[in-house]
């Protein structure tokens, strides 16, 4: 299957010695100092700096994201972690003040009007915000903060229970949860719950130092709190903390009744008078839980078969990735939870990370990473590394449109027409629990960061008081009240990367939108797709929505609209 498809090389570079490596400030500073220094007399000298600070820009990214990667394979991997703690606190905090005198002497060059406007646009806003938010006594907080955000995927890698005679880890051990078994479903939940009551205090310990450093970085940049500095330092320019709780309100109006219609008609389909937590991923007719692959090489090749029926050029991108073995898929001890699409800014090729136990779940991970991995293909060829630094409301989309796009040729991983109609069905229902999820989520961290003082007790009732809101009703927790208030441990990203969950709301609608562009058009849907993604950061987040033939809109009546076309689409499959 490999054998035609071309592998991408380094282009070479101009600005940088080819045997360059940035693995110390040492051999890093004096080209940041160069360009420090150089002087810039006209537009076309402006132009040649801006592309060798990127040339700089992604050879040390690059180097740092494997870095990051070789963590998370392996949590245990110690010349791993002695190089990310090298990172951040002998080169990072270096480089930020290094950074910082960059993007001065480039908005401020006189130069910098003759540039092109509509493509540099996003770039200068982005770039004199981000001067603003400098604080130079926020350099050796922002260090500590990167390396014990870190100890996050340390307790959580570690994690694991026995069952059967075998050591499963978390995701290894969720494929009971939708056996047709009832008892073993409450015996491999109980054992999670045991293990993560086990971390419990490990994990709101850490939570808890994260806020306060998180706070005093706020207040030294001079914030009231971290979320009006987060809201800053992800460039949300084009949406407020005000359009986010307003957004929460719509989708618990519009989007909650169904969600818990659908887990009532559940209950009753099971004929149960107790939805209970392990009963929620089981098949309600009592069939055996889907498996659309059996193997890491099966599901690799047919996710490449798969994303050649919907466009030739994603499939090859897969194809590329598997031959030059960028994908790590397989679920192991020691392993960091979740997954990923780490782009890798000089090669151009992205790696990919996830936690497969050959389950249901799996093949929208494949897919959804995938779909991260072709917009970095897409975006490679720009002209600044800048320019593909992607903000996660456009990334999500090129992911969760993918998932939408892909599910039209899941044929090829269930050949039972009742099992295809059964994985689209669960799809469907998963992506309105993403909107729910999601809104928990971020009302959640609204309330972490407007009271960053507050007590452990205070942030479990919190959490219980807002699951109440965006939680079935019909799920009964008696018995296991305490797992349900420490729900937020599990979600990484209150973690290592707070306040990025909404922007998956966001971009569900803008799937959901490019997928009913497809059931009218494929072949424009697609195209307009791959228009979109190709724009990177050259853009607004509407116009990029636009693009893709979506709109970047959160009213009531648009979400409405889409939520009542995904109710059609499930009916459809239930008929």
Same mark, same amino acid.
């Given at each position: 299957?490999?054998?035609?498809?071309?592998?991408?090389?380094?282009?070479?570079?101009?600005?940088?010695?080819?045997?360059?490596?940035?693995?110390?400030?040492?051999?890093?500073?004096?080209?940041?100092?160069?360009?420090?220094? @150089?002087?810039?007399?006209?537009?076309?000298?402006?132009?040649?700096?801006?592309?060798?600070?990127?040339?700089?820009?992604?050879?040390?990214?690059?180097?740092?994201?494997?870095?990051?990667?070789?963590?998370?394979?392996?949590?245990?991997?110690?010349?791993?972690?002695?190089?990310?703690?090298?990172?951040?606190?002998?080169?990072?905090?270096?480089?930020?003040?290094?950074?910082?005198?960059?993007?001065?002497?480039?908005?401020?060059?006189?130069?910098? +009007?003759?540039?092109?406007?509509?493509?540099?646009?996003?770039?200068?806003?982005?770039?004199?915000?981000?001067?603003?938010?400098?604080?130079?006594?926020?350099?050796?907080?922002?260090?500590?903060?990167?390396?014990?955000?870190?100890?996050?995927?340390?307790?959580?890698?570690?994690?694991?229970?026995?069952?059967?005679?075998?050591?499963?880890?978390?995701?290894?051990?969720?494929?009971?949860?939708?056996?047709?078994?009832?008892?073993?479903?409450?015996?491999?939940?109980?054992?999670?719950?045991?293990?993560?009551?086990?971390?419990?205090?490990?994990?709101?310990?850490?939570?808890?130092?994260?806020?306060?450093?998180?706070?005093?970085?706020?207040?030294?940049?001079?914030?009231?709190?971290?979320?009006?500095?987060?809201?800053?330092?992800?460039?949300?320019? +084009?949406?407020?903390?005000?359009?986010?709780?307003?957004?929460?309100?719509?989708?618990?109006?519009?989007?909650?009744?169904?969600?818990?219609?659908?887990?009532?008609?559940?209950?009753? +389909?099971?004929? /149960?008078?107790?939805?209970?937590?392990?009963?929620?991923?089981?098949?309600?007719?009592?069939?055996?839980?889907?498996?659309?692959?059996?193997?890491?090489?099966?599901?690799?090749?047919?996710?490449?078969?798969?994303?050649?029926?919907?466009?030739?050029?994603?499939?090859?991108?897969?194809?590329?990735?598997?031959?030059?073995?960028?994908?790590?898929?397989?679920?192991?001890? @020691?392993?960091?939870?979740?997954?990923?699409?780490?782009?890798?800014?000089?090669?151009?090729?992205?790696?990919?990370?996830?936690?497969?136990?050959?389950?249901? !779940?799996?093949?929208?991970?494949?897919?959804?990473?995938?779909?991260?991995?072709?917009?970095?293909?897409?975006? !490679?060829?720009?002209?600044?590394?800048?320019?593909?630094?992607?903000?996660?409301?456009?990334?999500?989309?090129?992911? /969760?449109? /993918?998932?939408?796009?892909?599910?039209?040729?899941?044929?090829?991983?269930?050949?039972?027409?009742?099992?295809?109609?059964?994985?689209?069905?669960?799809?469907?229902?998963?992506?309105?629990?993403?909107?729910?999820?999601?809104?928990?989520?971020?009302?959640?961290?609204?309330?972490?960061?407007?009271?960053?003082?507050?007590?452990?007790?205070?942030?479990?009732?919190?959490?219980?008081?807002?699951?109440?809101?965006?939680?079935?009703?019909?799920?009964?927790?008696?018995?296991?009240?305490?797992?349900?208030?420490?729900?937020?441990?599990?979600?990484?990203?209150?973690?290592?990367?707070?306040?990025?969950?909404?922007?998956?709301?966001?971009?569900?609608?803008?799937?959901?939108?490019?997928?009913?562009?497809?059931?009218?058009?494929?072949?424009?849907?697609?195209?307009?797709?791959?228009?979109?993604?190709?724009?990177?950061?050259?853009?607004?987040?509407?116009?990029?929505?636009?693009?893709?033939?979506?709109?970047?809109?959160?009213?009531?009546?648009?979400?409405?609209?889409?939520?009542?076309?995904?109710?059609?689409?499930?009916?459809?499959?239930?008929?």
């Amino acid at each position: 299957m490999h054998d035609t498809v071309s592998i991408p090389q380094r282009k070479k570079r101009n600005y940088l010695p080819e045997d360059f490596v940035p693995a110390s400030w040492q051999s890093i500073e004096p080209y940041y100092q160069q360009l420090l220094e @150089r002087e810039i007399t006209s537009v076309t000298e402006l132009q040649k700096w801006l592309v060798d600070w990127s040339e700089l820009d992604a050879a040390f990214n690059e180097h740092a994201r494997w870095i990051y990667v070789r963590n998370t394979i392996d949590t245990t991997d110690e010349k791993a972690k002695a190089e990310q703690h090298d990172l951040y606190r002998n080169i990072v905090p270096r480089l930020s003040s290094c950074e910082n005198q960059l993007k001065k002497k480039f908005v401020t060059n006189p130069y910098i +009007d003759q540039l092109e406007p509509d493509t540099f646009f996003t770039t200068i806003r982005k770039m004199k915000r981000e001067i603003a938010l400098f604080c130079e006594k926020n350099i050796p907080l922002q260090s500590e903060l990167s390396i014990k955000q870190s100890r996050y995927d340390e307790i959580a890698g570690a994690q694991s229970i026995q069952y059967k005679g075998a050591e499963l880890t978390f995701q290894q051990a969720h494929v009971y949860l939708s056996g047709t078994d009832r008892v073993a479903r409450e015996e491999v939940f109980n054992k999670i719950e045991a293990k993560r009551f086990e971390d419990q205090e490990k994990l709101d310990e850490l939570l808890t130092d994260l806020i306060q450093l998180r706070h005093q970085i706020a207040l030294n940049a001079g914030y009231k709190n971290y979320m009006e500095y987060r809201f800053d330092e992800l460039g949300r320019f +084009d949406y407020t903390p005000e359009d986010c709780l307003k957004f929460h309100a719509v989708v618990e109006e519009t989007v909650m009744p169904l969600v818990n219609a659908i887990y009532d008609a559940r209950k009753k +389909d099971m004929g /149960m008078d107790a939805l209970k937590p392990w009963d929620i991923e089981v098949d309600t007719s009592g069939k055996p839980a889907l498996k659309p692959f059996n193997s890491t090489a099966e599901l690799v090749e047919k996710t490449i078969a798969c994303f050649n029926r919907l466009d030739p050029y994603f499939g090859e991108r897969i194809s590329i990735m598997d031959t030059m073995k960028y994908l790590d898929l397989d679920s192991r001890m @020691r392993k960091s939870p979740g997954g990923y699409n780490m782009p890798m800014p000089e090669i151009g090729v992205p790696f990919i990370f996830m936690n497969s136990a050959n389950s249901e !779940h799996d093949l929208i991970t494949i897919v959804h990473e995938g779909g991260h991995a072709v917009h970095t293909f897409l975006t !490679h060829d720009l002209a600044l590394n800048s320019f593909k630094e992607i903000t996660s409301e456009i990334a999500e989309v090129a992911s /969760m449109g /993918m998932e939408l796009l892909s599910m039209e040729y899941w044929d090829i991983f269930y050949t039972q027409p009742d099992d295809l109609k059964r994985a689209r069905k669960n799809h469907l229902e998963y992506i309105l629990s993403i909107l729910t999820r999601t809104c928990l989520g971020d009302s959640f961290q609204f309330w972490l960061y407007a009271n960053p003082i507050h007590t452990v007790e205070e942030r479990r009732n919190k959490w219980a008081e807002l699951q109440d809101k965006f939680t079935p009703k019909a799920i009964d927790w008696t018995g296991h009240e305490m797992l349900y208030k420490i729900g937020y441990q599990r979600i990484l990203h209150f973690y290592e990367v707070p306040f990025y969950y909404i922007e998956y709301a966001f971009a569900q609608l803008g799937a959901l939108a490019i997928w009913r562009n497809f059931k009218q058009d494929p072949a424009k849907a697609i195209h307009d797709y791959k228009e979109a993604l190709s724009l990177g950061f050259t853009k607004p987040i509407p116009v990029f929505y636009e693009t893709a033939g979506a709109k970047f809109n959160f009213t009531r009546p648009y979400i409405a609209g889409l939520i009542s076309f995904l109710e059609t689409e499930l009916q459809r499959l239930m008929g």
